[in-house]
């Protein structure tokens, strides 16, 4: 079974967990934004967590489905249809032969992971199957999904969701449960977000005024801003003693400040290595918050402690674990 | 009992899923041997839950899943435990030879469309285009460190003739192949790339490719030396590379 791309969206990509074990050759782990959201959608569907989904970015594609298919839309709110009818998010669905389904400009959040029952059938290149896009390498031939693009799916298990067979046989469009699974869509409401962070391997170099800034002002992502780093607009930030720091690794939420003093998050696509002092990193199970900001949303920064920050990570790792299970006997009914 | 190889290092969180070993503060090339030691350990003999191992200059950082690192009780969580098992690893470090060097020629088409940047650089040093290719073709590089993109190394090694602070204002597209100048480095940008770097010539080798193992030439420690190619040579070896 094929996903006939009717429209693209502006950056639709495959993305899983992204490339681990390469680093060192300087090969950026890339992968998904919304880890959160992308393990929600593949579980729904009963794929493995770290099986490939379609991150949509800001606008999404149409797409037709070329046979019948289980499918999870999970994060930002996309508005999608299928002939019409509104389609909803962080559950099973259960569209037929032909269907086609539009997801439209986002209206909250800024991605939305799209996981199809069985996976879809790219390669895996240097253990993984995210697109990276310098490189033209992974996902769907290595970019971004164009118009006229036939996206392969592996077949899925025919037992998953009986009940949903069923419902189908009645169903205008589509069958899907009255239940959901918990989406991030709450937190994205606020107008004021709260990223937690962890002090950085340079934090004691900042000065004392730019130290408390860090956490008292308020920060905007600005336009400027993409898979591979948020930039930041507030109050630059500087160092007592001015000077470069050797080059040295870096990760997912590090928060970088070149010498102009606007911080920059790095995100998913970030290098394996940087140059430049990091006053902190992003609390892991904040980053699928951050991943759904848009450019123009604000936010402050919070200290937490690395125990607790490791504590919260476990903490959420367990109720995956219970999520996991649940979904697994769900998928039975 | 034999003295340990790594007497000095300090552990460090580099957030809540890295860990980053400082074993000096410097550039030297005694510092690089030993991120190159503890790196080679590391990889040798894994630990539980490393999902990557990153040397740098003067540290090397070990990404990891919290959830997969072994806790020795209730009481520690899992930096302070990944950390003991590291301190552990590096004080039972009494040796380390390293493998003599591979040398790498790599061959260079310099100036005109191929270095857009040389003639530029060689004024501001004041010297002319030809003696700057034969400083950049006489030197020996070692490999510091890769990073920046996959397959870049940072070449350390430039005659000090020829360091030249980045571009104040960087390039959107850096064409694959470039032989740059940043700084006190030199180095061979892999892809079409943003960068800040002066370009002075282009390669037709191929410095990353993701379906070979490793999927990269160089390695840290490795040697490099620049031979110079005429346009002719370049068309050539970049039609044998495919």
Redesign the interface.
């Known amino acids: 079974m094929t996903l006939r791309v009717h429209r693209a969206g502006i950056l639709s990509t495959l993305q899983d967990r992204g490339r681990?074990?390469?680093?060192?050759?300087?090969?950026?782990?890339g992968g998904v934004m919304d880890e959160h959201s992308h393990r929600l959608a593949n579980l729904l569907v009963r794929n493995a967590e770290d099986d490939a989904t379609l991150e949509l970015t800001l606008a999404g594609p149409r797409l037709e489905f070329t046979e019948g298919a289980l499918i999870a839309i999970c994060g930002g709110d996309f508005a999608p249809t299928i002939g019409g009818q509104a389609v909803p998010a962080s559950r099973p669905v259960l569209v037929r032969a032909g269907s086609v389904l539009d997801l439209a400009v986002c209206r909250l959040g800024c991605r939305a992971y799209l996981a199809v029952a069985g996976g879809f059938d790219v390669p895996v290149?240097?253990g993984s199957k995210s697109t990276y896009l310098?490189?033209g390498?992974g996902g769907f031939k290595g970019r971004a999904l164009r118009r006229g693009d036939e996206l392969p799916v592996q077949r899925a298990p025919a037992d998953l969701y009986p009940a949903l067979h069923r419902a189908l046989q009645s169903a205008e469009a589509f069958a899907c449960p009255k239940w959901s699974v918990h989406a991030n869509a709450a937190l994205l409401a606020h107008d004021h977000h709260r990223i937690r962070f962890?002090q950085?391997?340079h934090f004691a170099r900042f000065s004392e005024a730019s130290r408390a800034q860090f956490v008292s002002a308020e920060f905007r992502i600005t336009a400027n801003s993409d898979r591979m780093g948020y930039r930041l607009e507030g109050p630059t930030l500087a160092l007592t003693e001015p000077g470069d720091i050797?080059?040295?690794?870096?990760?997912?939420?590090?928060i970088q400040v070149p010498p102009d003093g606007k911080p920059i998050v790095l995100m998913a696509n970030r290098?394996?290595?940087g140059g430049y002092p990091?006053i902190g990193?992003?609390?892991?199970v904040d980053l699928p918050l951050l991943a759904q900001l848009p450019p123009g949303d604000t936010l402050r920064f919070e200290p937490i402690t690395?125990?607790h920050?490791?504590?919260l990570?476990?903490q959420r790792?367990r109720e995956m674990a219970l999520m996991r299970e649940g979904l697994r006997d769900r998928a039975k009914q | 009992m034999p003295e340990p190889f790594i007497r000095e290092y300090r552990l460090?969180?580099?957030?809540?899923?890295?860990l980053?070993i400082q074993l000096g503060d410097?550039?030297s090339a005694e510092t690089a041997l030993k991120v190159r030691c503890v790196?080679e350990r590391l990889l040798a003999q894994p630990l539980a839950g490393i999902?990557?191992?990153?040397?740098?200059?003067?540290?090397?950082?070990l990404?990891y899943d919290?959830?997969r690192i072994t806790l020795p009780d209730e009481a520690t969580?899992?930096?302070a435990a990944l950390a003991g098992q590291v301190t552990a690893l590096l004080q039972a470090i009494d040796d380390f030879e390293p493998a003599e060097p591979v040398t790498f020629d790599v061959p260079v088409c310099y100036g005109g469309e191929y270095g857009a940047d040389l003639e530029e650089l060689a004024r501001a040093h004041d010297l002319s285009t030809d003696r700057v290719i034969e400083l950049h073709s006489a030197a020996l590089y070692r490999v510091q460190?890769?990073?920046?993109?996959?397959?870049?190394a940072?070449l350390a090694g430039l005659d000090a003739q020829l360091a030249t602070p980045r571009r104040s204002n960087p390039r959107t597209h850096v064409p694959a192949g470039s032989v740059a100048i940043g700084g006190e480095l030199t180095g061979i940008y892999?892809?079409?790339?943003p960068g800040g770097w002066h370009l002075i010539g282009r390669s037709p080798l191929r410095m990353?490719d993701?379906?070979a193992e490793?999927?990269?030439r160089l390695?840290m420690g490795d040697r490099v030396r620049f031979v110079q190619i005429t346009p002719d040579d370049y068309a050539r070896l970049a039609e044998e590379q495919g």
Not at chain 2, 145 to 152: Q, R, T, V
């Open positions: 681990y074990g390469y680093q060192r050759y300087g090969m950026p782990v290149v240097m310098p490189a390498i962890i950085g391997r050797l080059p040295e690794a870096v990760t997912f939420g590090s290098q394996t290595t990091l990193e992003v609390a892991s690395l125990e920050s490791q504590e990570y476990l790792e | 460090s969180p580099l957030g809540d899923r890295a980053v410097d550039a790196t999902l990557d191992v990153v040397p740098a200059v003067c540290t090397l950082a990404h919290p959830l969580g899992p930096y460190m890769l990073g920046f993109a996959p397959g870049f940072y892999p892809l079409e790339l990353f993701a379906s490793p999927p990269v390695s």
